[in-house]
C-alpha cells in the first residue's frame, strides 16, 4: 500500500541543529502533504501541512519544503530541541492518507 | 475540545481468539478511519466510514477483520480469529468536513499483542 517512501529511518541530531526528513511520492493525484509527530504510546498529531501549489510552508521552527516536478517533499526543524525527540511521519492524502515508514528522530541534550 | 478516545488502551490475546476495539470520534466528525501501525511501521489504512456508510474498506482482511459504525458516531473493529501477525496498534482518527485544513486527529490507539 506505501506510496511515500520516507527517509532516513532514523536521525540523531544535537540539540540547536537542523533536522531534516525527506520523502517521495508516486501517486501525482496527492493534493495534500502533511507531516506528524508521535509520541511513544500516543497517536500520530499533525504538525505542518502544505498543498502543491507552494514551495513552502513556515510555522515556527518546522519548514515544509515541496518539489512538486520532483514529487519530494521535506521537513525542516530548525533550533532542534531535545524535546523534538519523537518519530516523525511525512504524509500524503488523495481519497485517503498514505504514511510513509516514519522516521525516529533523537536530539541530544 | 475531547479527543478520539479508544478503548482499551492494550490486550493480549492467544491466536485463534476474537477481539473488538472500540472509538468515539471527536464529536461532529463524520469520517471515521481505522488505521494499523506494526511496530517501526508507518499507519495502514484498513476501513475509513463517511457517517455510517463504508466509504474504502480495500484493505481490510475480510476473512478475520470486520468493522461497524452504528447511527454514525461510535466505530467497532473486530478481529476473529487473531493471527500472530496481527500484532500491532490500531488506531482510530476522525476528520472532520475539511480535513485539508485541520488533518486527521488519531486517538492514543489499542496495543494488541497475539501470542
Known amino acids: 500500500q506505501q506510496q511515500v517512501k520516507q527517509s532516513p529511518q532514523s536521525l540523531i541530531v544535537q540539540k540547536g541543529g537542523i533536522s531534516i526528513i525527506n520523502c517521495a511520492y508516486e501517486?501525482?493525484?496527492?493534493?495534500?502533504f502533511p507531516w506528524y509527530q508521535q509520541f511513544p504510546g500516543k497517536g500520530p498529531a499533525l504538525l505542518i501541512a502544505?498543498?502543491?501549489?507552494?514551495s513552502e510552508k513556515k510555522e515556527g521552527r518546522f519548514t515544509i519544503s515541496f518539489n512538486k516536478s520532483a514529487k519530494q517533499f521535506s521537513l525542516h526543524i530548525m533550533d532542534s530541541q531535545p524535546g523534538d525527540s519523537a518519530t516523525y511521519f511525512c504524509?500524503?492524502?488523495?481519497?485517503?492518507?498514505?504514511f510513509g515508514a516514519g522516521t525516529r528522530l533523537t536530539v541530544k541534550p | 475540545e475531547a479527543g478520539v478516545a479508544q478503548s482499551p488502551r492494550y490486550k493480549i490475546i492467544e491466536k485463534r481468539q476474537s477481539v473488538a476495539f472500540w472509538c468515539n470520534p471527536i464529536?461532529?466528525?463524520?469520517?471515521l478511519y481505522w488505521y494499523q501501525q506494526i511496530l517501526g511501521q508507518g499507519p495502514k489504512l484498513l476501513i475509513q466510514?463517511?457517517?455510517?456508510?463504508?466509504?474504502?474498506d480495500s484493505q481490510l482482511p475480510k476473512d478475520r477483520f470486520s468493522a461497524e459504525r452504528l447511527k454514525g458516531v461510535d466505530s467497532t473493529l473486530k478481529i476473529q480469529p487473531a493471527k500472530l501477525e496481527d500484532s500491532a496498534v490500531y488506531l482510530c482518527?476522525?476528520?472532520?468536513?475539511?480535513?485539508?485544513?485541520?488533518?486527521?486527529?488519531f486517538g492514543s490507539g489499542t496495543r494488541l499483542t497475539v501470542v
Open positions: 482518527a476522525s476528520s472532520g468536513t475539511n480535513p485539508y485544513l485541520y488533518g486527521y486527529t
Open positions: 501517486n501525482t493525484a496527492f493534493d495534500y
Open positions: 502544505i498543498r502543491p501549489d507552494v
Open positions: 504524509a500524503a492524502n488523495y481519497d485517503d492518507m498514505r
Open positions: 464529536s461532529g466528525h463524520a469520517t
Open positions: 466510514f463517511q457517517n455510517n456508510g463504508v466509504v474504502d
